[in-house]
């Protein structure tokens, strides 16, 4: 079969078939559905599983190379360290921006004029108190509850306020109509999520203190309102220190969008379904909550802590290198050189390290960085230092329980999410709910078996628990129940 070839395409030759297709190639990309095109009849003896003759299917376990949807937010060249926000340097944001004019920037697309930024921080701001209710919902948490589980179930809870910001009560088109009354409510909510954000997250670490609630003060900037929720005992005219306030705000911007990554999938992929923006956020938070996501910096912390002193540093690098220890804050799956972002938090490092003070820790932190990045195993790997090594050290300085920092991540990390949620609503021709595929690779099809019948084939099966306690006394016990089987 011959087929006219484009000098923007991909000619691909079935061997199977000795069929030849024209794979169309727009912006550096092929659409996968185009390979269902390519069918085959199925070989003698091939399960009927594989679908042969239903058309290839494209196989991509962890999404490494899969992009499922077209964005105008945030570029990452990872060979090169670049990061980009709507075109703008990471550098350059972190600079001479502060985090609500770059959260305007990732949502809307443009740095906003000074009235169109006085509209959304007096909005956003406004939006910052919760509803008296809520205090009973946090409270009725256990005293040692992570606050990564509280901040997602507040999350999720916070949309039963709002029915209006519901498309299974309002109609599913609810925020993909695109005409103002639409775009209106999608603001309203943009607003009430970021500017709870924080206020969910102080609320989630006092309750663990046994304090009270702090409402968000009239007058203070948004990482600055954050600490004061955060701190405030009561004291008259209260000010969180303004280097602390600055670092997390930087802090706040480098963490606010990285493409994407593990949990703006996860929100997509639930927004893709309609669900209100509460839910697709509390799923966010879901997958943040990951220790291979949002649980980085906080890894970064308890390997120094194993570490212990500076003088044990040698030890500890050769251990990585036989595979005997982790190295946490070092590398990162997208960048393959240096991560731009933490050239920026070293220098935010160093700022606040000046009020905070330095430790053992950070004495024991400076020594591992300084031997690996001089050391030719690492350099060779590209494991150089990332931002969640000197976020961790960071927010170690300030006082925040290592438990804490997912959340530090978690509340900027909202607008981006919030960012990618609006550009999939508003994409033209409409939301389509994702639905990947599988290579099914289980049992044909097989008959029922009787349980009399049925033998045991060494496969899975569920582990005993150990019963101790009141469960032990229980199993020991005799009464009357019954079982289906």
């Known amino acids: 079969m011959t087929v006219a070839q484009d000098a923007s395409s991909l000619t691909v030759t079935d061997n199977r078939t000795g069929k030849t297709y024209n794979v169309p190639i727009e912006n550096n990309t092929v659409q996968a559905i185009a390979f269902k095109k390519i069918v085959?009849?199925?070989?003698?003896?091939?399960?009927?599983?594989?679908?042969?003759?239903?058309?290839?299917?494209?196989?991509?376990?962890g999404f490494l190379n899969t992009a499922v949807i077209e964005s105008r937010i945030?570029?990452?060249?990872?060979?090169?360290?670049?990061?980009?926000?709507?075109?703008?340097?990471?550098?350059?944001?972190?600079?001479?921006?502060?985090?609500?004019?770059?959260?305007?920037?990732?949502?809307?697309?443009?740095?906003?004029?000074?009235?169109?930024?006085?509209?959304?921080?007096?909005?956003?701001?406004?939006?910052?108190?919760?509803?008296?209710?809520?205090?009973?919902?946090?409270?009725?948490?256990?005293?040692?509850?992570?606050?990564?589980?509280?901040?997602?179930?507040?999350?999720?809870?916070?949309?039963?306020?709002?029915?209006?910001?519901?498309?299974?009560?309002?109609?599913?088109?609810?925020?993909?109509?695109?005409?103002?009354?639409?775009?209106?409510?999608?603001d309203k909510q943009i607003y009430r999520l970021v500017g709870k954000a924080p206020t969910l997250a102080a609320m989630a670490y006092r309750v663990r203190q046994g304090r009270d609630f702090?409402?968000?003060?009239?007058?203070?900037?948004?990482?600055?309102?954050?600490?004061?929720?955060?701190?405030?005992?009561g004291e008259l005219s209260y000010r969180p220190n303004p280097v602390l306030a600055k670092a997390l705000d930087v802090l706040f911007i480098l963490h606010a969008d990285h493409e994407l990554n593990a949990s703006a999938t996860t929100v997509l992929q639930s927004g893709s379904s309609l669900v209100d923006p509460y839910t697709a956020i509390s799923a966010g938070c879901g997958s943040l909550y990951g220790p291979l996501h949002g649980g980085a910096n906080e890894a970064v912390?308890?390997?120094?802590?194993?570490?212990?002193?500076?003088?044990?540093?040698?030890?500890?690098?050769?251990?990585?290198?036989?595979r005997e220890k982790v190295l946490s804050g070092f590398g990162h799956r997208v960048y393959r050189t240096s991560d731009p972002r933490s050239f920026i938090v070293r220098r935010t490092a160093d700022e606040v390290f000046k009020v905070t003070g330095k430790n053992e820790l950070?004495?024991?932190?400076?020594?591992?960085?300084?031997?690996?990045?001089?050391?030719?195993?690492?350099?060779?790997?590209?494991?150089?230092?990332?931002?969640?090594f000197w976020s961790g050290l960071i927010y170690q300085a300030m006082g925040f329980p290592l438990d804490f920092f997912p959340v530090?991540?978690?509340?900027?990390?909202?607008?981006?999410?919030?960012?990618?949620?609006?550009q999939m609503m508003l994409q033209p021709g409409g939301v389509k709910i994702w639905r990947p595929r599988q290579v099914y690779l289980g049992a044909g099809k097989r008959d029922y078996v009787p349980v009399p019948d049925r033998k045991d084939d060494g496969g899975p099966a569920p582990s005993k628990v150990l019963h101790t306690g009141q469960g032990k006394r229980t199993q020991l016990a005799s009464f009357q129940s019954k079982t289906k089987l």
């Open 40 to 61: 085959a009849p199925r070989k003698a003896g091939e399960r009927e599983e594989n679908e042969t003759e239903r058309g290839l299917r494209i196989s991509d376990r």
């Open 74 to 186: 945030t570029y990452i060249d990872g060979e090169n360290g670049i990061l980009r926000y709507r075109g703008y340097p990471i550098e350059q944001l972190a600079e001479n921006s502060s985090f609500l004019e770059v959260a305007y920037l990732l949502i809307y697309g443009a740095l906003p004029t000074k009235p169109q930024f006085n509209l959304w921080e007096n909005e956003v701001m406004t939006h910052s108190i919760m509803h008296v209710d809520s205090a009973g919902f946090f409270r009725s948490f256990r005293y040692d509850a992570h606050p990564m589980a509280i901040l997602t179930s507040a999350f999720a809870a916070l949309g039963s306020y709002y029915a209006e910001a519901n498309p299974s009560l309002q109609g599913q088109n609810l925020f993909t109509k695109s005409d103002p009354k639409s775009l209106a409510n999608m």
């Open 214 to 233: 702090v409402v968000p003060p009239p007058g203070m900037g948004y990482a600055e309102s954050f600490l004061y929720m955060l701190d405030h005992l």
């Open 301 to 322: 912390i308890r390997m120094l802590i194993g570490i212990g002193k500076p003088e044990n540093v040698p030890a500890f690098l050769e251990a990585v290198k036989r």
């Open 362 to 388: 950070l004495e024991t932190a400076m020594k591992l960085h300084d031997m690996a990045i001089a050391d030719d195993y690492f350099v060779s790997r590209k494991l150089g230092p990332n931002v969640d």
């Open 408 to 422: 530090l991540f978690a509340v900027p990390r909202v607008v981006g999410w919030l960012a990618h949620w609006r």
